[in-house]
């Protein structure tokens, strides 16, 4: 009935069946994709890809090690409103791939202290300085000064020995010497050949103590360092990020962010303290400090939220959710405890517990101007990225990476 058939050679019928196969199967592709797509499961947005299931690691980390590249990201949505939380999340990647400090610039800062160690030692051959701070806890950006601690454990260094040991230090390696008065009396200083910016203290331990928690905490959970970079950049955009002016420390940021990590109904992160009390104890001699934390395995959270979505639980967690008349917030303890009427509590507008010695980190905020500022500034934000969805409106990203 079919006289105008083709005839195939029996030789070929394997090859012909195999072809035939291979077609159904990339049909069969072909359809469960575009049926995914048209079901609004899979949304690849056009030049930017993010993943809420988080595929993606950084590549540039202060240690020097690398990971898969941040660029694999894939927006897994159920409907617009995820997308737009998927373009806030891509944007925080941006932002924080643009402004996270390289391993160039801690190798740099890391030259400058062995260098001045050296020197130092010629004079005090007992004395230790230690690299603290955001640049090495992993908290720090390209432009952050680095911080630099001083250990004499003999005995105390008044003010006039400070500034000897300033005179010393400007005849060859540093310039824009500057003595600050405070609690903790700051030497600031610029090193003349890398131009780092440094401020070197004298004997603050608890400093380096809280550096090597804050590094643990940094690299514990993938999704740590871009959130806290951001949140500070944002607190610097809106004026409420300066300790100098009866606002919030970077520091007191950093545990604000930690601790609303710790207290989600799924935990973004632990408390290592009490996970890890040898690596962290309070007592541990200072030079066995930046050893302690070296064999904690990373945190494996249940938590899936994407950037963007704990943004904004961030702002909401501060606006309406935290009680700063009668909690404290602790990262030692991953909870926010009950305000006691004792002395360092007491009367205090924003309570933020030090995981050491136990200080209140936010006593700068000591104006209800500047309280209510602070609480004015994070409800304002957290009303408009409900309502845009998109980081520019509560902080301008261009303007952001150029400084």
């Known amino acids: ?42 949304f690849i947005q056009p030049g930017r890809l993010h993943s809420r299931s988080h595929g993606y690691t950084q590549t540039n980390r202060d240690d020097g090690k690398t990971g898969p590249s941040w660029k694999a990201r894939v927006c897994i949505s159920t409907n617009a409103v995820s997308c737009y939380v998927s373009q806030l999340s891509g944007q925080m990647v941006e932002l924080f791939e643009a402004c996270q400090q390289q391993s160039t610039d801690l190798e740099r800062k890391e030259l400058c202290r062995a260098q001045l160690q050296r020197e130092i030692q010629r004079l005090f051959p ?42 010393f230090w400007s005849t060859a390696y540093i310039e824009r010497p500057q003595l600050i008065r405070a609690k903790v009396p700051i030497l600031k200083f610029r090193d003349k050949v890398s131009g780092v910016e440094f401020d070197l203290n004298v004997n603050n331990t608890v400093g380096i103590r809280n550096t090597f928690l804050l590094r643990s905490y940094a690299y514990a959970e993938r999704r740590v360092r871009p959130i806290i970079l951001v949140v500070k950049r944002w607190a610097r955009h809106h004026r409420i990020n300066d300790a100098s002016k009866g606002t919030l420390s970077s520091y007191t940021l950093v545990l604000m962010v930690l601790h609303y990590l710790q207290t989600l109904p799924e935990p973004v992160i632990p408390s290592l303290q009490n996970e890890y009390p040898e690596c962290f104890s309070p007592s541990m001699d200072i030079h066995r400090v930046p050893e302690g934390p070296r064999d904690i395995p990373p945190y494996s959270s249940s938590n899936q939220a994407s950037l963007g979505e704990l943004l904004l639980g961030f702002l909401k967690y501060y ?19 009950p305000k006691s009427n004792s002395l360092e509590w007491r009367d205090k507008f924003i309570c933020v517990e030090e995981p050491f010695d136990g200080t209140n980190t936010a006593r700068a905020v000591h104006e209800k101007v500047k309280f209510d500022a602070i609480k004015a500034q994070f409800a304002e934000s957290w009303q408009m990225l409900q309502l845009r969805r998109d980081l520019n409106f509560i902080l301008p990203i261009r303007n952001t990476i150029q400084r």
């Not at 105008?4 to 359809?31: E, G, T």
């Open 1 to 42: 009935s079919f006289p105008n058939r083709v005839k195939i050679n029996p030789a070929f019928v394997p090859y012909v069946r195999n072809q035939y196969r291979i077609k159904c199967i990339l049909f069969s592709l072909i359809m469960i994709i575009k049926h995914i797509m048209c079901s609004g499961f899979l």
């Open 126 to 167: 007992l004395v230790r300085l230690y690299l603290a701070g955001s640049s090495l806890s992993g908290f720090g950006s390209r432009n952050s000064d680095a911080d630099l601690c001083l250990v004499i454990q003999a005995a105390p260094v008044s003010l006039v020995e400070l500034r000897n040991m300033c005179v």
């Open 319 to 337: 606006t309406s959710v935290f009680r700063w008349d009668k909690q404290v917030i602790s990262v030692r303890e991953a909870k926010a405890l």
